[in-house]
């Protein structure tokens, strides 16, 4: 294993070891296989190629102060992933099954856990792909789960320091009936367009409005949003956004440190009555917003260059848990040992 700068790490592809598969044929679930190469065999005709019958995770292991290395949420994700697998017909993958693979794909590239001092941790992406041949548009009858793991630094460039979005009308992410409450590849392959414009216009992300009226405010691209006004945290109540679980995770710290949780419509208007907003994700992990711009009006919101205070504690306490140096009640964190 080449030496890792873990210091500096970006949110990017980087190989491990190992990767874990498991094929669904006939029916079942085989073993799970243990795999190093970073090369896939599929079928010319598979579904995940023509029809987009692909559905992903993220979700990140850390490694604590304790040395010990925690998993964060992860039966969430499994059954956010059995939730994706209902919206486009994958074969499900259990819970056991999910999280089996995750602890294992952990356990055997334990040397890519990045050290507790870096603040960085280890992202796993599990993924679940069709791969039996349709031309037909039907699902597959045999899919291949697989988990990946990579060491990963902050999503946003500025890690913790405030970030820009952009309101652009003229792009839609996903349908109000559509497939945004799930997580597959076709709502990033719709969000890419604007991605770039926001990248090349100076923006770290696009943040989208409603696809039916363009008047609240959905997520970001790939975080969801969240507003503090006085003691109270609010964050966008729709069904074209992805139930994101740091989101979950952050409405309870709210309410245990006393503050009010509003999950209800967020009019666009409404960016100028709040102290301080933010991204939130397994990804982006708190990532405070210093502006939002938007550019069909040409209004610009501002909040402070510094993260915000509630901001902060809402950071500290999660990343704290996550870390093992806070305690964790509600038993979110899985150690891998
Ligand atoms: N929204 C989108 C579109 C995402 O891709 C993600 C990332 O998974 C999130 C929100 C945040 O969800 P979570 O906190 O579960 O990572
Ligand atoms: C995550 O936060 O895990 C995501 O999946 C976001 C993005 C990288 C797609």
Not at 75 to 100: C, P, Y
Not at 313 to 330: A, S
Request: aromatic share 12%; charged share 25%.
């Amino acid at each position: 294993m080449e030496t890792i700068d873990w210091k500096n790490l970006g949110f990017g592809y980087s190989k491990a070891d190992f990767n874990i598969r498991c094929w669904y044929r006939n029916g079942q679930w085989g073993e799970l296989e243990v795999s190093d190469s970073e090369n896939v065999t599929l079928h010319i005709a598979a579904t995940t190629f023509h029809y987009g019958q692909e559905a992903f995770e993220g979700l990140k292991a850390f490694r604590g102060k304790d040395g010990k290395i925690r998993v964060f949420r992860m039966e969430e994700n499994a059954k956010r992933m059995q939730r994706s697998s209902q919206g486009i017909m994958l074969a499900e993958v259990s819970t056991a099954l999910f999280t089996e693979a995750v602890r294992k794909a952990v356990r055997l590239n334990e040397g890519y856990v990045p050290p507790y001092e870096s603040g960085a941790a280890l992202y796993i992406r599990p993924l679940l792909i069709g791969t039996g041949p349709q031309i037909g548009v039907k699902p597959a009858d045999e899919y291949l789960f697989m988990v990946m793991v990579m060491p990963v630094g902050p999503y946003f460039k500025e890690g913790f320091k405030p970030t820009d979005l952009v309101i652009y009308r003229e792009y839609d992410r996903a349908a109000p009936l559509g497939t945004g409450k799930i997580k597959v590849g076709g709502n990033y392959a719709a969000s890419l367009v604007a991605g770039q414009r926001a990248h090349h216009n100076g923006f770290s992300s696009v943040l989208y409005l409603d696809a039916k009226e363009k008047k609240y405010i959905d997520e970001c691209g790939p975080a969801n949003f969240f507003g503090i006004k006085g003691n109270t945290y609010v964050t966008p109540k729709s069904d074209s956004i992805l139930p994101s679980i740091t989101n979950m995770s952050l409405r309870q710290l709210a309410t245990d440190m006393g503050m009010k949780v509003e999950e209800r419509q967020i009019d666009v208007e409404e960016l100028a009555e709040f102290d301080e907003v933010g991204a939130c994700g397994t990804a982006a992990v708190i990532s405070p917003i210093k502006r939002v711009y938007d550019a069909d009006k040409d209004i610009e919101y501002l909040y402070g260059t510094e993260p915000g205070k509630v901001s902060v504690k809402l950071y500290e306490k999660l990343r704290g848990i996550q870390y093992g140096i806070e305690p964790d009640p509600y038993n979110w964190t899985a150690i891998i040992d």
